[in-house]
């Protein structure tokens, strides 16, 4: 186990390692961040708001899995301090199928169709953009429901690390059209905007974003200027690494198999 989170850092180091020029006259707009709690993420929004600014990102969308109170406390804090703008959205969370609702003031219920999902997120004035459409999704996603996206991921962390999800993303998109998304899907390893949407919007207002999002004015980039996590960030991805490393080993359990082989 030490050598696969060995490996996994030594390729997001390598990654984050990478030389990142401006992209002039777009905003860097990271679509897919989760905070803590409830997300699998260690950063609480306020500490998301602290790193987006520190990235470089103009916006930000904090999306919770299944709620949207993440993203609205973010919001608060970001327009008390005069930070980035923050999207309050969701990410809806069925088994399969993940769709990120952009924009939205009330929760989108999981469990339904991909089509009454995305329609939920319409009549709210909301955005829906299909996350991480890897092939074990598209069972959710029939040609109706596709129609209706206003948008879907090709680029995430997930990209880098595996060329079939690559590959598969991009097929997808291409039954999808509308806005390429970049997103960082942010669970406090690796920085947030690592991978990130450039979006041509007259002003860094959610309503600009999202109408530029509507129009197809966006595309994965290399806006903004990243850098290495900040101290928080680091200190929090410890812990979830630490975190991770005693649910793996548990060693409750090996201890309690011992005594019951005793
Ligand atoms: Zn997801
Ligand atoms: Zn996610």
Redesign the pocket.
């Known amino acids: 186990m030490k050598w696969a989170l060995l490996a996994v850092a030594l390729i997001l180091g390598t990654i984050t390692d990478l030389p990142l020029p401006k992209h002039s006259g777009a905003l860097a707009v990271d679509f897919?961040v989760?905070a803590f709690p409830l997300s699998w993420s260690a950063l609480a929004p306020w500490d998301i708001v602290l790193e987006a600014r520190r990235q470089g990102l103009d916006a930000v969308a904090i999306?919770g899995h299944n709620h949207i109170w993440a993203g609205q406390t973010g919001r608060w804090f970001s327009r008390l301090i005069g930070g980035p703008t923050v999207i309050s959205s969701e990410?809806v969370h069925p088994p399969r199928g993940?769709i990120i609702a952009l924009g939205i003031e009330r929760t989108v219920d999981w469990d339904q169709s991909s089509e009454a999902i995305i329609d939920d997120i319409h009549r709210q004035g909301g955005v829906a953009i299909a996350?991480h459409p890897v092939k074990s999704s598209w069972y959710r996603w029939p040609e109706a429901a596709v129609r209706k996206l206003d948008g879907s991921e090709v680029e995430q962390p997930i990209t880098f690390l595996q060329a079939d999800a690559a590959r598969e993303m991009r097929e997808f998109h291409e039954r999808v059209g509308g806005a390429a998304i970049g997103s960082s899907?942010y669970h406090t390893l690796g920085p947030l905007g690592l991978t990130r949407t450039c979006v041509l919007a007259r002003d860094n207002s959610t309503a600009a974003i999202l109408e530029a999002v509507r129009a197809g004015r966006a595309e994965p980039g290399k806006c903004g200027v990243p850098k290495r996590p900040g101290l928080a960030a680091k200190c929090s991805a410890v812990a979830a690494l630490l975190g991770l490393v005693l649910i793996v080993l548990r060693p409750g359990s090996r201890r309690y198999s011992r005594h019951s082989r005793s």
Do not use: F, G, L, S
């Open positions: 897919h989760h999306a990410e993940h996350a899907d």
